[in-house]
Nanobody
Framework: QVQLIESGGGLVQAGGSLRLSCSASGRTVSSYFMGWFRQDPGKERDFVAA????????YYADSVKGRFTISRDNAKNTVYLQMHGLKPEDAAVYYCAATQRVPLSRDSSRYNYWGQGTQVTVSS
Protein backbone atom coordinates (compact mmCIF):
# COMPACT_ATOMS: atom_id res chain seq x y z
CA GLN A 1 0.00 0.00 0.00
CA VAL A 2 0.95 3.62 -0.43
CA GLN A 3 -0.07 6.61 1.71
CA LEU A 4 -0.38 10.00 0.03
CA ILE A 5 -0.19 13.45 1.60
CA GLU A 6 -0.83 16.61 -0.39
CA SER A 7 0.50 20.05 0.48
CA GLY A 8 1.01 23.44 -1.13
CA GLY A 9 -2.55 24.64 -1.43
CA GLY A 10 -3.56 28.13 -0.43
CA LEU A 11 -5.03 31.43 -1.52
CA VAL A 12 -3.72 33.05 -4.68
CA GLN A 13 -4.86 35.89 -6.91
CA ALA A 14 -6.08 35.16 -10.40
CA GLY A 15 -3.11 34.84 -12.72
CA GLY A 16 -0.89 33.62 -9.92
CA SER A 17 0.92 30.33 -9.41
CA LEU A 18 1.01 27.51 -6.90
CA ARG A 19 2.90 24.24 -6.69
CA LEU A 20 1.17 21.31 -5.08
CA SER A 21 3.16 18.41 -3.71
CA CYS A 22 2.09 14.83 -3.09
CA SER A 23 4.42 12.91 -0.79
CA ALA A 24 4.16 9.15 -0.73
CA SER A 25 5.10 6.68 1.95
CA GLY A 26 4.85 2.94 2.20
CA ARG A 27 5.77 2.26 -1.41
CA THR A 28 7.78 4.15 -4.01
CA VAL A 29 5.80 6.32 -6.39
CA SER A 30 7.72 4.85 -9.30
CA SER A 31 5.61 1.73 -8.78
CA TYR A 32 2.40 3.65 -9.49
CA PHE A 33 0.66 5.68 -12.10
CA MET A 34 -0.13 8.99 -10.41
CA GLY A 35 -2.86 11.53 -10.96
CA TRP A 36 -4.26 14.81 -9.72
CA PHE A 37 -7.99 15.43 -9.43
CA ARG A 38 -10.01 18.33 -8.08
CA GLN A 39 -13.44 18.68 -6.58
CA ASP A 40 -15.83 21.49 -5.73
CA PRO A 41 -18.37 20.92 -2.98
CA GLY A 42 -21.41 19.12 -4.33
CA LYS A 43 -19.72 18.28 -7.63
CA GLU A 44 -17.97 15.27 -9.06
CA ARG A 45 -14.25 14.80 -8.75
CA ASP A 46 -12.66 15.99 -12.00
CA PHE A 47 -9.49 14.79 -13.64
CA VAL A 48 -6.66 17.31 -13.85
CA ALA A 49 -3.46 15.51 -14.84
CA ALA A 50 -1.73 12.13 -14.78
CA UNK A 51 1.81 10.85 -15.12
CA UNK A 52 3.15 7.39 -15.86
CA UNK A 53 5.50 5.47 -13.62
CA UNK A 54 8.72 5.09 -15.52
CA UNK A 55 8.47 6.86 -18.86
CA UNK A 56 7.26 10.17 -17.48
CA UNK A 57 4.49 10.41 -20.02
CA UNK A 58 1.82 12.93 -19.03
CA TYR A 59 -1.82 13.59 -19.79
CA TYR A 60 -3.87 16.70 -19.02
CA ALA A 61 -7.44 17.82 -18.93
CA ASP A 62 -8.12 20.32 -21.71
CA SER A 63 -9.02 22.97 -19.15
CA VAL A 64 -5.50 23.02 -17.67
CA LYS A 65 -3.35 22.14 -20.67
CA GLY A 66 -0.61 24.69 -21.15
CA ARG A 67 -1.04 26.10 -17.64
CA PHE A 68 -0.43 23.11 -15.34
CA THR A 69 2.50 20.71 -15.30
CA ILE A 70 2.61 17.36 -13.52
CA SER A 71 6.00 15.93 -12.65
CA ARG A 72 7.53 13.38 -10.35
CA ASP A 73 10.75 13.05 -8.37
CA ASN A 74 11.12 9.37 -7.66
CA ALA A 75 14.16 9.99 -5.45
CA LYS A 76 12.00 12.16 -3.17
CA ASN A 77 8.97 9.91 -3.62
CA THR A 78 6.96 12.97 -4.55
CA VAL A 79 4.67 14.06 -7.35
CA TYR A 80 4.10 17.73 -8.13
CA LEU A 81 1.47 19.83 -9.84
CA GLN A 82 2.82 23.20 -10.92
CA MET A 83 -0.03 25.58 -11.65
CA HIS A 84 0.36 28.85 -13.51
CA GLY A 85 -2.19 31.33 -14.75
CA LEU A 86 -4.70 30.32 -12.11
CA LYS A 87 -8.32 31.23 -12.71
CA PRO A 88 -11.23 31.46 -10.25
CA GLU A 89 -12.66 28.30 -11.83
CA ASP A 90 -9.51 26.40 -10.80
CA ALA A 91 -10.48 26.80 -7.15
CA ALA A 92 -11.23 23.42 -5.58
CA VAL A 93 -9.86 20.78 -3.26
CA TYR A 94 -7.04 19.05 -5.11
CA TYR A 95 -6.42 15.36 -4.56
CA CYS A 96 -3.45 13.20 -5.39
CA ALA A 97 -4.17 9.62 -6.42
CA ALA A 98 -2.26 6.47 -7.25
CA THR A 99 -3.03 3.31 -9.18
CA GLN A 100 -1.23 0.27 -10.50
CA ARG A 101 -4.10 -0.66 -12.76
CA VAL A 102 -4.31 1.71 -15.70
CA PRO A 103 -1.75 4.24 -16.94
CA LEU A 104 -2.71 7.86 -17.55
CA SER A 105 -6.34 7.35 -16.66
CA ARG A 106 -8.78 10.23 -16.24
CA ASP A 107 -11.28 7.93 -14.54
CA SER A 108 -11.19 8.44 -10.77
CA SER A 109 -12.59 4.94 -10.20
CA ARG A 110 -9.34 3.49 -11.62
CA TYR A 111 -7.35 4.94 -8.69
CA ASN A 112 -7.34 3.06 -5.45
CA TYR A 113 -5.18 5.28 -3.25
CA TRP A 114 -6.04 8.87 -2.41
CA GLY A 115 -4.67 11.67 -0.29
CA GLN A 116 -6.76 13.85 1.98
CA GLY A 117 -6.75 16.83 -0.37
CA THR A 118 -5.44 20.37 -0.27
CA GLN A 119 -7.55 23.48 -0.80
CA VAL A 120 -6.77 25.90 -3.61
CA THR A 121 -8.59 29.23 -3.54
CA VAL A 122 -8.28 31.75 -6.37
CA SER A 123 -9.47 35.29 -5.84
CA SER A 124 -10.61 37.38 -8.79
Amino acid sequence: QVQLIESGGGLVQAGGSLRLSCSASGRTVSSYFMGWFRQDPGKERDFVAAISGSSGMTYYADSVKGRFTISRDNAKNTVYLQMHGLKPEDAAVYYCAATQRVPLSRDSSRYNYWGQGTQVTVSS
